[in-house]
């Protein structure tokens, strides 16, 4: 049983590892959002570090022990990291750094953008973004823009929508901001 629970954390890990990586990839070049929420990465995080210490039971060759050691290590950097992650959108959440503002759907439904007023305080600036909904908890950011608090939006048909003078074609993947 050991044996498995070794294999499984170490692959749990693995997949962790890559959701955390390609969320952080999609912020940057701002892309589709295709990893569940921080916590939902926590989550797993912890629950490959508690299967990590049950499969550190498996001592068959030196390859199940650097592999114990291994996912027990980067379960923990990696929890680390999503713990921070979480508590620090936590904190900004609480302090008003990002006001939902508006959810506009497209004439025939098949298009949703949520915009959110961000503040960064002392820190930075003031502004307004829109992501547009995708399934499950997919997101993407497509309208962004700085020392701005309201939007005007139109949509000129069923996929082309006017954010504040700024024409998006949604099915051409379309952005306004970076």
């Given at each position: 049983?050991?044996?498995?629970?070794?294999?499984?954390?170490?692959?749990?890990?693995?997949?962790?590892?890559?959701?955390?990586?390609?969320?952080?990839?999609?912020?940057?070049?701002?892309?589709?959002?295709?990893?569940?929420?921080?916590?939902?990465?926590?989550?797993?995080?912890?629950?490959?570090?508690?299967?990590?210490?049950?499969?550190?039971?498996?001592?068959?060759?030196?390859?199940?022990?650097?592999?114990?050691?291994?996912?027990?290590?980067?379960?923990?950097?990696?929890?680390?990291?999503?713990?921070?992650?979480?508590?620090?959108?936590?904190?900004?959440?609480?302090?008003?750094a990002n006001v939902h503002i508006e959810t506009v759907k497209?004439?025939?439904d098949h298009y949703t953008i949520e915009f959110y007023r961000?503040?960064?305080?002392?820190?930075?600036?003031?502004?307004?973004?829109?992501?547009?909904?995708?399934?499950?908890?997919?997101?993407?950011?497509?309208?962004?823009?700085?020392?701005?608090?309201?939007?005007?939006?139109?949509?000129?048909d069923s996929s082309t929508v006017s954010i504040n003078n700024?024409?998006?074609?949604?099915?051409?993947?379309?952005?306004?901001?970076?």
């Open positions: 049983m050991a044996q498995r629970y070794n294999i499984w954390a170490f692959y749990l890990l693995l997949v962790c590892s890559g959701l955390a990586f390609s969320s952080i990839y999609s912020n940057l070049n701002h892309g589709w959002h295709i990893a569940p929420p921080n916590y939902v990465l926590l989550l797993i995080s912890l629950l490959a570090f508690i299967m990590g210490i049950f499969g550190f039971k498996d001592k068959r060759n030196w390859r199940a022990r650097t592999r114990s050691w291994l996912t027990l290590i980067l379960s923990l950097l990696l929890g680390s990291a999503l713990l921070l992650a979480v508590m620090l959108s936590l904190a900004a959440s609480s302090l008003g497209s004439p025939d961000y503040n960064a305080g002392a820190a930075g600036s003031f502004g307004v973004r829109g992501e547009l909904n995708g399934p499950l908890w997919f997101k993407k950011r497509i309208f962004y823009q700085d020392t701005i608090s309201r939007i005007q939006v139109e949509w000129k700024h024409i998006l074609d949604l099915k051409e993947g379309d952005t306004y901001g970076y």
